[in-house]
């Protein structure tokens, strides 16, 4: 209890303001540097020369990707055409440079420079959209879990008018991919596996393109997606699964496969001049 009695001390009122006055200046000092080293991260990024294996012209920067920014580009891509890349980047520790550690999205442009969802130019994308055709089903309601910046899902829903219900858990990427990359479905922003436990219905194919987090086996997908109850629960809710797997050693990728071979037929494909191996699981019929 606080006795406001008799005499009160000035000074200690006093010593209180200073101490506020104090703490608000250490605060602005706090903010000031982070400021400072958000524009000087900016900076860098838009330094071609300080980002290794990147040559393109910047569209835009968000810099608010937990610690590495994220980037969208107009770049040529390898056939020499000119595409539109989402780009993840990391910081080397060693160098301080940043590094371009993967492309999340690439999409084509047309003649006017504005993004074309009616060609896929990642080969593993092609591969994917390839073996939903050859399955034992009709497809017309598809489930992404990993919609990034919309190239695939955006493929299928403008091209082949599916049906997609689209997740991912990265706003960021979400917003750069209405913005920039003409994504036409309306994505979800939430975890994939809580989105199909809270799905009502089914689907004909459930397409998988998640990263993992950078101290799992895998670069692809996350280990979550590979348990006994995440197959249990896609086998409710599908008869088909197409997924994509990045990295990793041959075991790891085995149990992959062993993991879906559970509760379904299983096999691979495997697309050239990839490191991905494309997983095809079909429901067993009894």
Not at 81 to 94: E, G, H, I, P, Y
Request: glycine fraction near 6%.
């Amino acid at each position: 209890m606080f006795d406001c009695t008799g005499d009160f001390d000035m000074t200690i009122m006093d010593q209180g303001k200073g101490k506020k006055h104090r703490n608000r200046e250490k605060r602005s000092n706090v903010e000031d540097q982070a400021r400072k080293q958000k524009k000087k991260r900016n900076r860098d990024v838009r330094e071609e020369n300080s980002i290794v294996g990147f040559h393109g012209s910047v569209v835009e920067i968000d810099s608010e990707n937990q610690d590495a920014p994220i980037m969208v580009s107009d770049e040529v891509g390898e056939d020499g055409a000119r595409v539109r890349r989402l780009r993840f980047f990391t910081l080397d520790q060693t160098s301080h440079e940043l590094v371009s550690d993967h492309i999340q999205t690439e999409m084509a442009l047309t003649a006017e420079g504005t993004p074309d969802p009616t060609r896929l130019m990642l080969q593993y994308h092609r591969v994917m959209y390839d073996a939903m055709c050859r399955l034992p089903t009709v497809v017309k309601k598809v489930c992404v879990l990993g919609h990034g910046a919309g190239a695939l899902s955006s493929f299928l829903s403008t091209l082949l008018r599916f049906e997609i219900c689209a997740v991912d858990s990265n706003p960021a990427v979400l917003r750069l991919g209405r913005k920039h990359f003409n994504d036409r479905v309306t994505a979800q922003h939430d975890d994939g596996s809580s989105f199909l436990r809270r799905s009502v219905g089914s689907f004909d194919v459930v397409l998988v393109d998640l990263n993992a987090p950078s101290n799992e086996a895998l670069d692809a997908p996350p280990r979550e997606f590979c348990t006994h109850d995440f197959v249990d629960l896609v086998a409710r809710v599908t008869g088909n699964l197409i997924m994509n797997v990045l990295g990793g050693s041959e075991q790891a990728r085995s149990d992959v496969k062993a993991a879906y071979s559970r509760k379904f037929s299983t096999r691979w494909v495997h697309p050239d001049g990839c490191n991905n191996y494309i997983l095809v699981a079909t429901q067993q019929t009894t």
